[in-house]
């Protein structure tokens, strides 16, 4: 039985937060309110902790929604999904001539729960007035819960009888008894010619040869067929006759010429493929996908790494009127996190795994009560290895041949955020946000020392990674600078609870993600 699939919706996460964002906004004494700062006042040391928590069950796909799992569901479930029941339709069409023929398993279903929880810790340092040192470790722990299951109706392929992993043994020795007969059928037939036996009837003599010729040539594609296909026509279906036809035509003619004991016939699947014995088939170790099992284990790992600057190059607060402070922030992302498997289909990685380079301009305006955040980002991001089937992202479940080791070049990134806020009360800010970002296509390539998989291009893997989307947001904003009404000074701290829900994409693969994060960033005197 498939585990139960729940989703948390954000006002309740939302609730189960609100207890300890009160602690914290208790912890510090009144002032004027504001966003949190950037960089970190010259002397002192910040401590960041944070939390975030991400799920989906939905994504856009070019603009459409539809479930996390699509690129799991299918109707018909053919070889458009996979390449076994291509390649066995490829040569069933070939053998035949019928090219109408089509293998289908019937339908698929598929659902996908996303919950990834990080947590991270960091610190940055005012080194001067305007410069600032931060670095940020995150600890992610990623929950993906799925099912799959097939709907056999209008099912017309199941296993080869005579497959040695999933065939059946009963069945499988109707199948060698008919490829024994048909050997030793033409044979005889062999022997009949050169013994002279039709030499006194020319117009039998040349249904010898032709038959000779033609059988010998269907013999060697059906022992190809049976011998090594996975799957087959299910008995009493049109591929199954396709096949039959020209045995039987063969047979009649071999009978004409008197040769006997070629009675046997084929076995062809009677049992159709479900949820179960699909994922049999994905799963098997000795199989030609052996991949993991459809539920992947929690993964708990670092996610990657960040180390950065910020230097508040522009400030301007004057006593009255608009107040203005900008901040260039630059971001090195370090590939420590951990990336999904090549042999699991569900599973999600804590990181990209790849350096990157982000650049971030955030300017506040600020005056009297109202307010805002714009945030213009550039991310560049540089190539990284990894192991990888190559497979269109619409065929997941791809053959363990393909699997190679490859060099990804992600697509740049360009992101626009504008957080307009109202001022609540001295330390606190109300706080909505829009966010829009586009990223360019990837690019894959074999690394240098990974020989190319013949009829593979590692292209394929790039497709709809090229993307868009739209994000908004809301948060409340907890910022104290340490003055007290009394005139003494203390130590700053700033806090904020954040929700955020993607609303737009009408390019990738980009998950509907909702989000709750909360900060906590409390400053102290270093020396």
Do not use: C
């Not at 039709?198 to 022992?223: M, S």
């Not at 008995?235 to 006759?241: I, L, N």
């Not at 800010?429 to 990837?442: E, S, V």
């Amino acid at each position: 039985m498939e585990p139960p699939i729940h989703e948390f919706p954000a006002p309740m996460i939302a609730r189960r937060l609100a207890p300890a964002l009160g602690l914290i906004l208790l912890a510090a004494a009144p002032l004027a309110g504001q966003l949190a700062p950037i960089t970190v006042p010259r002397g002192l040391l910040r401590l960041d902790f944070g939390g975030r928590f991400d799920y989906w069950d939905r994504r856009f796909l070019n603009g459409t929604r539809q479930d996390a799992a699509g690129d799991f569901i299918r109707d018909p479930l053919d070889g458009s999904f996979l390449a076994d029941l291509a390649l066995d339709e490829a040569e069933l069409r070939r053998i035949t001539g019928v090219q109408a023929i089509s293998l289908s398993l019937g339908k698929s279903a598929s659902s996908m729960l996303v919950n990834v929880g990080t947590a991270s810790i960091g610190a940055a340092y005012g080194l001067g007035r305007r410069l600032s040192v931060f670095g940020t470790v995150p600890i992610v722990r990623v929950r993906v819960q799925n099912t799959f299951a097939i709907d056999t109706t209008g099912a017309t392929a199941g296993f080869n009888p005579a497959h040695p992993l999933f065939g059946d043994a009963t069945l499988a020795s109707q199948t060698t008894l008919f490829l024994a007969e048909l050997e030793a059928a033409l044979s005889t037939l062999t022997n009949k010619l050169a013994a002279g036996d039709y030499d006194g009837n020319p117009t039998q003599k040349i249904l010898a040869q032709q038959t000779l010729t033609q059988g010998t040539a269907l013999r060697t594609d059906l022992e190809a067929l049976f011998l090594a296909a996975t799957f087959l026509p299910l008995a009493g279906t049109s591929g199954a006759v396709a096949i039959t036809t020209p045995i039987e035509s063969l047979r009649t003619n071999i009978t004409s010429l008197s040769v006997p004991g070629f009675t046997a016939a084929p076995a062809f699947p009677a049992a159709k493929v479900d949820g179960t014995a699909f994922q049999d088939y994905a799963t098997q170790a000795d199989g030609p996908i052996a991949g993991d099992r459809f539920q992947p284990p929690i993964l708990q790992y670092i996610g990657d790494i960040e180390v950065g600057a910020a230097f508040a190059w522009l400030e301007r607060r004057p006593a009255r009127g608009l107040a203005i402070r900008s901040v260039i922030q630059g971001t090195v992302r370090l590939r420590t996190g951990k990336l999904d498997l090549p042999d699991s289909f569900f599973d999600l990685s804590t990181g990209d795994y790849q350096p990157d380079v982000q650049g971030d301009l955030v300017t506040d305006l600020m005056a009297g009560g109202l307010g805002a955040r714009l945030t213009a980002r550039f991310v560049y991001q540089l190539p990284g290895r990894l192991t990888r089937r190559i497979s269109p992202p619409d065929q997941p479940i791809a053959p363990a041949a393909s699997t190679a080791a490859l060099e990804r070049d992600p697509g740049e990134i360009l992101e626009l955020g504008i957080e307009p806020y109202l001022r609540l009360g001295p330390t606190l800010a109300l706080m909505a946000g829009l966010r829009r970002w586009n990223k360019g296509a990837d690019r894959y390539t074999y690394v240098r020392n990974q020989t190319p998989i013949e009829g593979l291009s590692p292209d394929v893997l790039a497709i709809d990674s090229k993307e868009n989307g739209a994000v908004l947001s809301a948060a409340l904003s907890f910022a104290h600078d340490g003055k007290r009404k009394d005139g003494s000074t203390g130590f700053p701290m700033d806090a904020s609870v954040r929700w955020e829900r993607v609303i737009g994409s009408s390019l990738g693969r980009v998950p509907i993600r909702h989000t709750v994060a909360m900060q906590l960033r409390l400053y102290r005197k270093l020396f």
